[in-house]
């Protein structure tokens, strides 16, 4: 079993930062975010394997930078020129590398208002 501890998040203007830790309980392949909001489908955000390839979502591209400490089983998700849009609760997620997105966080809400 692998469990995910989330931190960070909270409230910002829009341009403003905000960041996003995950830390798990053991070594795993796949550790990412995605976001949802109410009525609208779940949304890739960020994902890192265990070996630092990264993928983004298109819509944080060149705004948001995941990265990983192996060493703490940590993911930090840097999250800068914040929009409105980018409200949502965001879930860590991880898993193997068969079953990448196996377990989930219970979610930390972002809030980019003025």
């Known amino acids: 079993q692998v469990h995910l501890a989330e931190s960070g998040g909270g409230w910002a203007q829009p341009g403003g930062s905000l960041s996003l830790s995950c830390e798990a309980s053991?070594?795993?392949?796949?550790m990412g975010w995605s976001r949802q909001v109410p009525g609208k489908q779940r949304e890739m955000v960020a994902r890192?394997?265990?070996?630092?390839?990264?993928y983004y979502g298109d819509s944080v591209q060149d705004r948001f930078t995941i990265s990983r400490n192996n060493y703490k089983n940590t993911i930090l998700l840097q999250m800068d020129g914040l929009k409105p849009e980018d409200t949502a609760v965001y879930y860590c997620?991880?898993?193997?590398?068969?079953?990448?997105?196996?377990?989930w966080g219970q979610g930390i809400q972002v809030t980019v208002s003025s």
């Open positions: 890192v394997t265990s070996g630092g390839t990264t």
């Open positions: 997620h991880a898993g193997p590398r068969q079953r990448p997105n196996a377990y």
């Open positions: 053991g070594m795993i392949f796949m």
